[in-house]
T-cell receptor, first 113, second 114 residues
Framework: NAGVTQTPKFRILKIGQSMTLQCAQD?????MYWYRQDPGMGLKLIYY???????DKGEVPNGYNVSRSTTEYFPLRLELAAPSQTSVYFC????????????FGPGTRLTVL | TQLLEQSPQFLSIQEGENLTVYCNSS?????LQWYRQEPGEGPVLLVT?????EVKKLKRLTFQFGDARKDSSLHITAAQPGDTGLYLC??????????????FGQGTILTVHP
């Protein structure tokens, strides 16, 4: 099992550009999450999904969109990138809701200049 | 929005010393998790506590959930350089269905010097 994989690992965007962060899991997990981690801070939830076709906002959803057409993939879309979106983005998945274990990917480091 | 305050934010100690990291909130949590994160990697779950007053041990690590389920602590005995990393606590909202949503503390950066 590869677990949770994320691409790209690093990316630099110019203000106003758009991009999609990819996330895939091969554990047949129902729940998937997107977090962002700013320097010296914990993780903040952006969006989450409880199954294919079902997504909902987390704590900091503004400027992002998600879709989940299959169990395996949960891409995060950034429209009109802003410097405030400079962060490390983590995707995670779990089979069930809490207190089940969430498995995290290695992260995508995004810089918006 | 629930808040989790972790302290201390930074901890630099010598190998063999003991340490405690605290995680406090004014909110009640259904469960609380502790993660360890190394540079360039995602967090990895260490433990989940779900019952008020619960104590769990993982080798030299001892985790405690407060009786009122508002706070937690992580105690490391005889710290080793391999314990170096960022330690995060994260809580599950006790009100209603959480759908797996976690609130994270800001983290404690632990450095253990040989």
């Amino acid at each position: 099992n590869a677990g949770v994989t994320q691409t790209p690992k690093f990316r630099i965007l110019k203000i106003g550009q758009s991009m999609t962060l990819q996330c895939a899991q091969d554990m047949n997990h129902n729940y998937m999450y997107w977090y962002r981690q700013d320097p010296g801070m914990g993780l903040k939830l952006i969006y989450y999904s409880v199954g294919a076709g079902i997504t909902d906002k987390g704590e900091v959803p503004n400027g992002y969109n998600v879709s989940r057409s299959t169990t395996e993939y949960f891409p995060l879309r950034l429209e009109l990138a802003a410097p405030s979106q400079t962060s490390v983005y983590f995707c995670a998945s779990s089979y069930e809701s809490l207190p089940d274990t969430q498995y995290f990917g290695p992260g995508t480091r995004l810089t918006v200049l | 929005t629930q808040l989790l305050e972790q302290s201390p934010q930074f901890l630099s100690i010598q190998e063999g010393e003991n340490l405690t990291v605290y995680c406090n909130s004014s909110s009640v949590f259904s469960s609380l998790q502790w993660y360890r994160q190394e540079p360039g990697e995602g967090p990895v779950l260490l433990v989940t506590v779900v019952t008020g007053g619960e104590v769990k041990k993982l080798k030299r690590l001892t985790f405690q959930f407060g009786d009122a389920r508002k706070d937690s602590s992580l105690h490391i005995t005889a710290a080793q350089p391999g314990d170096t990393g960022l330690y995060l606590c994260a809580g599950e909202d006790a009100g209603g269905t959480s759908y797996g949503k976690l609130t994270f503390g800001q983290g404690t950066i632990l450095t253990v010097h040989p």
